[in-house]
């Protein structure tokens, strides 16, 4: 099986976050057979079982001068609202012919089509690469271009995607690979430190007893969701009201303080956050700092 760990920063080719590997997904990696894919426009398709990336991958070969695209099966239709916020990606390649070549315009633009209506994207406002390369989209509707009332009614019911692989003025032979779309992630961080040490284990800093001890908790949404309700509270301080916010977007960090004097003896507490996804889910995560109260 290929390893199909990729990464999004809206519509990209050169990525910035890697997802993680738990994401549900639906994948087309062409391993053993070309997975029910078919065509529209003059253009002969074949699967190759080898010289993909890895692996198989869908030869398409131009038989005319019609725009020609791969229309995803089955399994990717249907009710997807799960996926929205998620990627869609696939791979592809030109293998002929060889540079230079006179470029045209379609080349890697996306159609879903659902609810009675279709969103459009190109993923490939350049020419394909004659390596390999992955190109990626946010599934959003402000990626998309269309309402989120939209959005959401074509997520609800696909019926069909298309990519379109042609790319020359004239024939050209293209390969396609690893057409995937993945659900959002959603995940929460809390690092929290004691007068600015990341005393996660140990005895941490030492301070004097009745010195005054800042507790920090820098909290950052890890996932691909908007998280609502975020709040943090500490096993002994309780609720960390300082929090200047308690909406987080994705890749968002804020930082909350609290504050106490320094007891006797070793002094452990933890912080915890927990955060709403937009489907209802609750995230959390926890961090313990640690702070050794001497006599002076």
């Given at each position: 099986m290929k390893n199909l760990l990729f990464t999004l920063c809206g519509v990209v080719v050169v990525f910035c976050h890697i997802l993680s590997a738990s994401a549900a997904s639906i994948i087309s990696n062409f391993d053993n057979n070309d997975d029910g894919w078919t065509t529209g426009g003059l253009v002969t398709l074949t699967y190759q079982s080898s010289g993909g990336n890895p692996d198989g991958f869908l030869l398409l070969e131009e038989a005319g001068g019609d725009t020609f695209f791969v229309i995803a099966p089955e399994k990717f239709l249907g009710d997807l609202s799960s996926f929205d916020?998620?990627?869609?990606?696939?791979?592809?390649?030109?293998?002929?012919?060889?540079?230079?070549?006179?470029?045209?315009?379609?080349?890697?633009?996306?159609?879903?089509?659902?609810?009675?209506?279709?969103?459009?994207?190109?993923?490939?406002?350049?020419?394909?690469?004659?390596?390999?390369?992955?190109?990626?989209?946010?599934?959003?509707?402000?990626?998309?271009?269309?309402?989120?009332?939209?959005?959401?009614?074509?997520?609800?019911?696909?019926?069909?995607?298309?990519?379109?692989?042609?790319?020359v003025v004239g024939w050209e032979t293209m390969g396609f690979d690893n057409f995937r779309i993945v659900e959002p992630e959603q995940g929460i961080d809390i690092e929290k430190s004691t007068n600015g040490e990341d005393a996660d284990k140990g005895k941490g800093p030492k301070i004097p007893v009745g010195d005054p001890v800042t507790w920090t908790y820098v909290v950052t949404n890890t996932g691909d969701v908007l998280l609502t309700d975020v709040q943090?509270?500490?096993?002994?301080?309780?609720?960390?009201?300082?929090?200047?916010?308690?909406?987080?977007?994705?890749?968002?960090?804020?930082?909350?303080?609290?504050?106490?004097?320094?007891?006797?003896?070793?002094?452990?507490?933890?912080?915890?956050?927990?955060?709403?996804?937009?489907?209802?889910?609750?995230?959390?995560?926890?961090?313990?700092?640690?702070?050794?109260?001497?006599?002076?």
């Open positions: 916020g998620g990627v869609l990606a696939f791979d592809s390649v030109i293998f002929s012919p060889s540079p230079p070549a006179t470029f045209g315009d379609g080349f890697g633009r996306v159609t879903i089509v659902g609810g009675g209506t279709q969103a459009q994207l190109d993923l490939a406002p350049n020419p394909p690469e004659y390596t390999w390369t992955t190109y990626s989209a946010s599934l959003t509707a402000a990626v998309w271009g269309v309402p989120q009332a939209t959005w959401q009614s074509i997520l609800l019911n696909v019926t069909q995607i298309r990519i379109i692989q042609e790319s943090v509270t500490d096993d002994k301080l309780g609720s960390i009201e300082s929090c200047p916010t308690s909406t987080l977007d994705p890749g968002v960090s804020m930082t909350c303080e609290a504050t106490g004097i320094a007891e006797s003896g070793k002094y452990k507490n933890t912080g915890k956050v927990v955060g709403k996804a937009p489907d209802g889910t609750e995230v959390s995560d926890k961090d313990s700092s640690h702070y050794n109260g001497v006599e002076e």
